[in-house]
Every structure is written in structure tokens, then in C-alpha cells.
């Protein structure tokens, strides 16, 4: 069965105390691997796209990157702002030619001041 | 550019009932999916349309369904409201012509069912 999980499920950080989430997934014919966060009320805003083992992709304080099993979002030095729950989502075959989605159940991440 | 918008934001049900609701997609997004999220599940994946025509459906029973319209705009309908139904419903558009997980979404239409 394909499936993607997400740890921890929750991840309290001081201010400026790096860590990383990761995502792990089982899934045949993987396409990519996307990257997302959610603000508490809003829909999820995308951040990274990672296609194939090795990419890594940085945006501030945030670094995504990708092995053959597992994706990890790395965060440098976090701010109280960064606080959001983390989504993972991995694109694959799923037995149609468009590819289904298939969404982790997120990390929430509060960093405190 | 306009986001994605969604509406009605919240809404309050009784069981039995039916809800309609409605998802502007970012202008020239031609795929528009749809999304249900709760503190359970996460995000299931209810369905997706690219012009007009529905490419991937979840598992979710008949009692869901949804459309798309010529201009994209796309509206997604609940029959026969249970419980369990309460949710975020998100609406999501991308380009589309392939599949993608690059989303574009909305803040999503809050449904409780009592």
C-alpha cells in the first residue's frame, strides 16, 4: 500500500535551535516529492519540489532534500514565525496516468522566543 | 494575481441536509482538485477536474461529487450530511495539464455538521 510518514508529529524548538523533519514513503513509480506549510485557518502554501534522490532545495531558513526512501526539511536556526505544521506530499503513479498525490499527516513545529 | 478562492468559509449543517461548495481557481489554472482535512485523516484527496472532466477520484463514498465549468470554476456538492463529514474542504488549483503536487490553494470552506 502506498503510504507517506511524516515525524515526529510534533516538534518543539527553541528559537534558533536547529532541526529536521522527515518524510518517509512507500510508494511505487515516485514523480516527485512536494513540500508544504500550513498556517493554523489557511490552506497549505507549497514550498519545494524534489524529483530524484540527491536534489536539495533551500528557501531561507528551510533546506529540503531527497533520498531513494526519505525526504528531510531541514531548519537552520528557526524564528517563532516559522511555527506552521509541515506537510509532505509524494506525487506517484497510483494506477493512472496523471499520478495520485498522497499527503503526509504533518509535523506541527512551534518554535518559542 | 487573485489566489485561489473559496466559499463559503464556514458553514453550519444539520445531518441529512446537502451542501454546495464553490472554488475560483487562479486565472489560467485549468486543474482544480479537491481536498477534505481533519485532525484524524489529514488530507484526503477527494477528486480532481481538468477542463470539465473529472481525472482521479479519492475513495470516498457516492454522496460526494463535483463539477468543473467551462471557466474552471469548479463547486464540489455533499448529499445527505453524516457527522463525520465535518471538515476543512480545500480546493487546490495548478496549470495541470500533467499531474502535479505543486498546489496552489485556497483557505478552504469550514463545514460542521451537527
Known amino acids: 500500500e502506498d503510504q507517506v510518514t511524516q515525524s515526529p508529529e510534533a516538534l518543539r524548538l527553541q528559537e534558533g535551535e536547529s532541526s529536521s523533519l522527515n518524510c518517509s514513503y512507500t510508494?511505487?513509480?515516485?514523480?516527485?516529492l512536494f513540500w508544504y506549510r500550513q498556517d493554523p485557518g489557511k490552506g497549505p502554501e507549497f514550498l519545494f519540489t524534489?524529483?530524484?534522490a540527491g536534489e536539495e532545495k533551500e528557501k531561507e531558513r528551510l533546506k529540503a532534500t531527497l533520498t531513494k526512501k526519505e525526504s528531510f526539511l531541514h531548519i537552520t536556526a528557526p524564528k517563532p514565525e516559522d511555527s506552521a505544521t509541515y506537510l509532505c506530499?509524494?506525487?506517484?503513479?497510483?494506477?493512472?496516468?496523471?499520478?495520485?498525490?498522497?499527503f503526509g499527516q504533518g509535523t506541527i513545529l512551534t518554535v518559542h522566543p | 494575481k487573485a489566489g485561489v478562492t473559496q466559499t463559503p468559509r464556514y458553514l453550519i449543517k444539520t445531518r441529512g441536509q446537502q451542501v454546495t461548495l464553490s472554488c475560483s481557481p487562479i486565472?489560467?489554472?485549468?486543474?482544480v482538485s479537491w481536498y477534505q482535512q481533519t485532525p484524524g485523516q489529514g488530507l484526503q484527496f477527494l477528486f480532481e477536474y481538468f477542463s470539465e472532466t473529472q481525472r482521479n477520484k479519492g475513495n470516498f463514498p457516492g454522496r460526494f461529487s463535483g463539477r468543473q465549468f467551462s471557466n474552471s470554476r469548479s463547486e464540489m456538492n455533499v448529499s445527505t450530511l453524516e457527522l463525520g463529514d465535518s471538515a476543512l474542504y480545500l480546493c487546490?488549483?495548478?496549470?495541470?495539464?500533467?499531474?502535479?503536487?505543486?498546489?496552489?490553494f485556497g483557505e478552504g470552506s469550514r463545514l460542521t455538521v451537527l
Open positions: 510508494v511505487s513509480g515516485l514523480r516527485g
Open positions: 486565472s489560467g489554472h485549468r486543474s
Open positions: 506530499a509524494v506525487l506517484h503513479a497510483g494506477g493512472t496516468s496523471y499520478g495520485k498525490l498522497t
Open positions: 487546490a488549483s495548478s496549470l495541470g495539464a500533467r499531474g502535479t503536487g505543486e498546489l496552489f
Open positions: 524534489l524529483y530524484s
